[in-house]
T-cell receptor, first 113, second 116 residues
């Protein structure tokens, strides 16, 4: 079964600085999708960024970018110019066509003013 | 589209009572997921429907939990009888896996269930 691991239960970053959240996953498949979700205190799950495994180019979305290392099964999220509104739980997720989403345990990010 | 709609947003019930959570997925989505979130266990998949058919219900805790999807626009998660350990936030999410592959999962606002 696929598993997703986030080894950092908590992280903190100074406002305007850069932080990287780690995610590794285990799969024997070659075609799948990876996501980062943000859950602020409002508890709404918000998609941050999406990566298709067949694409070599790392996805970017404004201040958010990923470092996708397919061979290493690693999918880290980089947040640049951190803002107070970035404080939240961040979940890494894996899905393959026709299957359910598998989520990691989450990383709680604090942004320090 | 209004997104995934869950009701109620909050539910407080007494132990032993029946609880029904409702979900309306995004129109056109053919996959629906029920998750439970707690501090101790994180985000757990309870059940996954594809084209209204339950595909994976291995996460359903026990016989007290049941889920249905009578049509593409509605699903329910029922707990009978409820117990204090069922207290959690329950999320419904939907996605589309038509075409080459999947889209992201779109989540509802969640239902915070408290069983006293």
């Amino acid at each position: 079964a696929q598993t997703v691991t986030q080894s950092q239960p908590e992280m903190s970053v100074q406002e305007a600085e850069t932080v990287t959240l780690s995610c590794t996953y285990d799969t024997s498949e070659s075609d799948y999708y990876l996501f980062w979700y943000k859950q602020p205190p409002s508890r709404q799950m918000i998609l941050v960024i999406r990566q298709e495994a067949y694409k070599q180019q790392n996805a970017t979305e404004n201040r958010f970018s990923v470092n996708f290392q397919k061979a290493a099964k690693s999918f880290s999220l980089k947040i640049s110019d951190s803002q107070l509104g970035d404080a939240a739980m961040y979940f890494c997720a894996y899905v393959r066509y026709g299957q359910n989403f598998v989520f990691g345990p989450g990383t709680r990010l604090s942004v320090l003013p | 589209d209004a997104g995934v709609i869950q009701s109620p947003r909050h539910e407080v019930t007494e132990m032993g009572q029946e609880v029904t959570l409702r979900c309306k997925p995004i129109s056109g989505h053919n996959s629906l997921f029920w998750y439970r979130q707690t501090m101790m266990r994180g985000l757990e998949l309870l059940i996954y429907f594809n084209n209204n058919v339950p595909i994976d219900d291995s996460g359903m805790p026990e016989d007290r939990f049941s889920a249905k999807m009578p049509n593409a626009s509605f699903s329910t998660l029922k707990i009978q009888p409820s117990e204090p350990r069922d207290s959690a936030v329950y999320f419904c999410a939907s996605s589309s896996d038509r075409g080459r592959g999947g889209t992201e999962a779109f989540f509802g606002q969640g239902t915070r269930l408290t069983v006293v």
